[in-house]
């Protein structure tokens, strides 16, 4: 599966995809801008944090919004509030940072309701 990770921090990066993801092709956005760059319909689901360098997690989500409405995106944010605010946005359902073992079960689920 084809995942676009939205996430700033580069050594959470490397844990997450070593541990959680790496039976997935993985491209890392480290901030807004290039989530809206790479962001393209190649992509099976987005993995989406609330707090990067140039602003919020949620201008990602919304953007990526306006141009798919199917396109599974994970709110996965530290913090409760973060997440509530991605959800808001248009994710489709949360795997908080701190119950990141869970992400696999995540991505089964969020792939077999589509």
Not at 99 to 112: A, H, M, Q
């Amino acid at each position: 599966m084809k995942i676009l990770y939205v996430e700033n921090h580069k050594a959470f990066v490397s844990a997450v995809k070593r541990e959680f993801l790496s039976d997935h092709d993985v491209e890392v956005a480290p901030d807004i801008n290039s989530a809206k760059a790479m962001f393209n319909d190649s992509y099976h689901l987005v993995l989406c944090d609330y707090d990067l360098d140039d602003g919020k997690g949620t201008e990602v989500v919304s953007y990526i919004r306006e141009l798919s409405a199917t396109v599974p995106i994970i709110a996965a944010s530290s913090h409760e509030r973060g997440n509530s605010l991605l959800i808001q946005a248009g994710a489709n359902i949360i795997c908080g940072k701190m119950d990141f073992r869970s992400l696999p079960n995540c991505i089964d689920r969020i792939i077999n309701e589509i």
